[in-house]
């Protein structure tokens, strides 16, 4: 599976539209390793995407059916993935970088931090592959908590 962030999600989900949206970038350099004196190219040609539809028997549906009708609000989860990058870091000690909050509806459970150099649209280099830097602590101000907890 390519795009995996439906697999474990195993509700029915009714009334609600349903929005994928792919944004490509500008050149095929960060999908590709290899020469780049070859100059091949990525050509998306048909893209599918497969939901499974429920049908329910008679006496599910009656159920479903008026929960529907009796206007009550239905909760369902909300999953949304954010990339942000920060291409030049200063050369200090020291950096703070402030992301955007989010609304208290959906504010972050989680962060992947990865530090990455010199492989930007390079498609000799493996993007893959994530660096250390040298980077000897690391902080993190998730939703007043901070982690980790202690620091050695």
Not at 10 to 28: G, P, Q, T
Not at 73 to 95: A, G, I, V
Not at 101 to 112: G, T
Not at 119 to 124: A, D, I, L, P, T
């Amino acid at each position: 599976m390519l795009l995996g962030f439906c697999e474990d999600y195993k509700r029915v989900v009714i009334n609600a539209r349903h929005e994928l949206i792919l944004i490509r970038s500008r050149n095929d350099n960060n999908s590709l390793l290899g020469d780049p004196a070859l100059e091949p190219k990525i050509e998306l040609l048909k893209i599918q995407w497969r939901m499974p539809h429920v049908l329910l028997n008679e006496v599910n549906k009656l159920s479903m059916l008026r929960a529907l009708e009796s206007g009550r609000y239905l909760s369902m989860t909300f999953r949304s993935w954010d990339l942000y990058e920060f291409p030049l870091l200063q050369s200090t000690t020291k950096h703070s970088w402030t992301v955007k909050a989010a609304s208290q509806l959906e504010k972050p459970r989680y962060v992947i931090f990865a530090l990455q150099t010199g492989r930007k649209n390079v498609m000799s280099q493996d993007v893959a592959i994530f660096d250390d830097c040298k980077l000897i602590n690391v902080k993190l101000y998730l939703n007043s908590e901070c982690y980790p907890y202690t620091t050695t």
